[in-house]
């Protein structure tokens, strides 16, 4: 596809059940980006994937939180033991290589997460 | 550590009025800036940006100027449409990282 694709768009789960949260980056970005957007707040930095390794994952609020991008091109995002508090936007974005502090970030339009 | 302080709202206008949306931000080095716009039901896109001291970002009516003696990054246009209803968010990326860092967040509503 042309964008950014993100599935599901809604996700509703019981607390402490396990979910995943898939990403699909516009061809050829190989920069990834986690993002979790709360109500009436902006989003939040998870982390940061370049190619298939983890650059930066200073964002991951615990160890409950995991993310991967094996073959450098769809991440997964997973959450174990969900509670209440993660219910939120999960927004990934993409970016081309070289990326830089100028670099545009192309976003998707989110998975809605509800943990009932 | 870095940060950035957007006006909160709701903004709302009639159509055709002046709008600014302040901006400030905290940061070390020399940061990149962002305007974010989400129009609803749709993703995040990227309205302007400006990448060093006194540059101006502009696109679709929208202006923002990069001020490093007041650290600001306020957006402007002269003359709002009701479908520039959205949320705006500015951001901020330093050369020493790749993550953005994100303002709350300004809804603005144009009423016709």
């Known amino acids: 596809g042309a964008g950014v694709s993100q599935t599901p768009s809604n996700k509703v789960t019981e607390k402490g059940k396990y979910v995943e949260l898939r990403c699909d980056p516009i061809s050829g970005h190989t920069a990834l980006y986690w993002y979790r957007q709360s109500l009436g707040q902006g989003p939040e930095f998870l982390i940061y994937f370049q190619g298939t390794g983890a650059a930066d994952d200073s964002g991951l609020p615990n160890d409950r939180f995991f993310a991967v991008r094996p073959e450098g091109s769809v991440s997964t995002l997973k959450i174990q033991r969900t509670e209440r508090g993660d219910s939120a936007v999960y927004l990934c974005?993409?970016?081309?290589?070289?990326?830089?502090?100028?670099?545009?970030?192309?976003f998707g339009q989110g998975t809605r997460l509800t943990v009932v | 550590g870095n940060s950035v302080t957007q006006m909160e709202g709701p903004v709302t206008l009639s159509e055709e009025a002046f709008l600014t949306i302040n901006c400030t931000y905290t940061?070390?080095?020399?940061?990149?800036l962002f305007w974010y716009v989400q129009y609803p039901g749709e993703g995040l896109q990227l309205l302007l940006k400006a990448t060093k001291a006194d540059d101006k970002g502009s696109n679709k009516g929208f202006e923002a100027t990069y001020r490093k003696e007041t650290t600001s990054f306020h957006l402007e246009k002269g003359s709002v449409q009701v479908s520039d209803s959205a949320v705006y968010f500015c951001a901020l990326k330093s050369g020493a990282t790749n993550k953005l860092i994100f303002g709350t967040g300004t809804l603005l509503a144009v009423q016709p």
């Open positions: 940061a070390t080095g020399y940061p990149s």
């Open positions: 974005a993409s970016s081309p290589t070289p990326t830089g502090a100028n670099t545009e970030a192309f």
